[in-house]
């Protein structure tokens, strides 16, 4: 009767005639441009793995140490699901990789996407919402132009362009168009609109991002039709052009900043702000939301000094960084492991007979400082 009572409370609702279609899209992770990955968070471990299998590990704490209790492996491509628990139910503390397969086939159930029961289907959820953030982080084309380099994400049209000077333009599968200044400031507009409240380079900008945006779907229907054709050629990821070199791109960076019209609509979440939410609501809270999108762009681990343009001949040390944490615009536009940084407020003087010194060279740990820093003030 006890047992009975329990089951009563725990069962979920069952309606005979819902299926999973009706609730669920099918998870979709066939493309060979996404890298093996994984996020941890407070109750669940998400992983890609290598061949586009997506795994889901689930944790229990259990005297104050986290186990994996069940764990879920998706292989998409073969529309097979597999879920056991390891060490025969008891878990296993969490490791680098997955828990493996158990040899014997009586420890393991396994289903297609049709079959899953209504059970695992908020979880199956959650590891699809995850592939698809992946991959609206996975560029596709990359396009290096004199002025920004532009990604065409694997979640297609999805685009970016990257001014080297700070601006940043996204341009989303509806159409809307989210734009980004230097300094944080952000305006979303139509696609096809030409807004009377964008100053004239911030609207050359604009026209020339829809240029290359329109380029790089051409360039993606060409390679995708040829692919039909020579199918052992990866065509994807493909990068075109070259990057400036660095003289040239910090010239840029040294350049007045155009400025958005105040009077500019906020946009809303990010994908990232979005896949964090959904895991909130399963009690999945992330512990870090900014691993994935740093998992494979990492600042460069050197002890060289990063230095600005040269300052005059010997001045004194200036004051700690800490001193100004507002005084450097950090814009991560370029390459994966190179930063560039503008003097956005006038340092303190330097009493040598320099006075208005605005470049410093600073070490590696304060670089690390005042990425954390700038990103903190982006998204205030």
């Not at 899209?25 to 994984?38: C, E, F, H, N, V």
């Not at 939301?289 to 990063?306: F, I, M, V, Y």
């Not at 320099?354 to 205030?380: D, E, F, M, P, T």
């Amino acid at each position: 009767q006890h047992m009975d009572k329990k089951s009563k409370k725990t069962a979920a609702p069952a309606q005979a005639d819902q299926r999973i279609q009706d609730c669920v899209s099918p998870l979709k992770a066939g493309s060979t441009l996404l890298r093996p990955t994984r996020q941890a968070s407070k109750n669940a471990v998400l992983n890609i793995m290598d061949g586009n299998e997506v795994v889901l590990e689930l944790i229990k704490v259990k005297k104050s140490q986290q186990f994996i209790m069940e764990v879920i492996r998706i292989e998409p491509d073969h529309d097979l699901i597999t879920i056991y628990q390891p060490n025969g139910g008891k878990g296993s503390p969490i490791a680098n990789r997955p828990p493996p397969l158990p040899p014997h086939s009586q420890l393991y159930v396994q289903y297609s996407y049709a079959t899953l029961p209504q059970n695992y289907w908020k979880k199956y959820d959650l590891a699809s919402k995850f592939v698809r953030m992946v991959r609206s982080r996975t560029p596709k084309i990359t396009l290096h132009t004199d002025e920004a380099k532009c990604i065409l994400y694997d979640t297609s049209p999805d685009f970016e362009a990257l001014f080297y000077q700070g601006t940043k333009f996204h341009i989303a599968k509806e159409g809307h168009v989210k734009i980004t200044n230097a300094d944080g400031t952000s305006i979303s507009l139509e696609s096809n609109s030409r807004s009377t409240c964008l100053s004239p380079e911030i609207q050359d900008m604009f026209e020339k991002a829809h240029k290359w945006h329109k380029f790089c779907l051409e360039e993606e229907l060409m390679r995708e039709k040829r692919k039909e054709i020579y199918r052992d050629i990866i065509a994807f990821p493909l990068t075109i052009g070259r990057r400036p070199q660095v003289p040239k791109m910090a010239a840029l960076m040294s350049s007045s900043q155009p400025n958005l019209a105040s009077k500019g609509k906020m946009s809303g979440e990010d994908e990232l702000g979005m896949f964090n939410k959904n895991m909130k609501q399963m009690e999945l809270k992330s512990a870090s939301s900014t691993s994935l999108t740093n998992s494979s762009e990492s600042l460069r681990r050197s002890d060289k000094a990063a230095t600005f343009d040269s300052a005059p001949p010997t001045p004194p040390p200036p004051p700690p960084l800490s001193a100004y944490p507002q005084s450097y615009q950090i814009s991560e536009h370029t390459e994966p492991n190179q930063y560039f940084y503008r003097s956005q407020f006038s340092m303190p003087v330097v009493t040598n007979g320099h006075s208005g010194v605005n470049q410093q060279s600073i070490s590696y740990q304060q670089l690390q400082q005042q990425v954390k820093l700038n990103r903190q003030l982006s998204n205030c």
